[in-house]
């Protein structure tokens, strides 16, 4: 069965912005070296920019299935480079993220902070601990009490990222950039 104009819309918009997050966190990552420094550094990094994208690429979609096609694809990708790790930590936030938008929505202020510090902070929370279960030389840097510490600054950094990705997401579509 062919898709619609509609359904290759999303897919094009799912795809571009899931390589761009991809890309920008692949960057970002390398270029700080944040893993080197903590198990728990890497994902303050990576939650900035990558995280404004995704959340840009929900409100561009805009409906059912966009968030959960969007951290699928980010899965593959990472899965792809190797960081099989980061594979449930993406489906994980992926349904999460979907089953909420579907009843806060994805454009509304609202509905952008609620997805935007749900994806950010639950990707992570989970890529530590799933980094921990699937690297085990990175065992000997977890500790309880410093997971307790990031996981509040994971969902506190999301949240401010949520704020900025909404209003640019709303910039992007009103000036017609984005449908």
């Known amino acids: 069965m062919p898709l619609s104009k509609d359904d290759k819309r999303k897919l094009i918009y799912a795809i571009v912005f899931s390589v761009a997050s991809y890309a920008v966190a692949a960057g970002l990552a390398l270029g700080t070296a944040a893993y080197a420094l903590s198990i728990f550094t ?76 749900l994806a950010g902070g639950l990707v992570g929370v989970f890529s530590v601990v799933f980094g921990v279960l699937f690297v085990p030389s990175t ?12 996981t509040g600054i994971y969902f506190v ?3 401010v990222m949520g704020v900025i990705s909404y209003y640019l997401g709303n910039f992007l579509i009103k000036s017609g950039v984005l449908h």
């Open 42 to 117: 890497d994902p303050v990094v990576t939650l900035t920019i990558p995280l404004i994208i995704v959340a840009i690429g929900i409100q561009a979609i805009n409906a059912k299935n966009g968030p959960l096609l969007i951290l699928v694809i980010s899965a593959l990708l990472y899965a792809i480079s190797g960081l099989i790790f980061l594979v449930p930590t993406f489906v994980v936030a992926g349904l999460v993220v979907e089953g909420v938008s579907r009843i806060v929505g994805y454009r509304s202020f609202k509905a952008v902070m609620i997805n935007t510090t």
């Open 139 to 150: 065992a000997s840097q977890f500790a309880l009490d410093l997971m307790l510490a990031f």
């Open 157 to 159: 950094e999301s949240a």
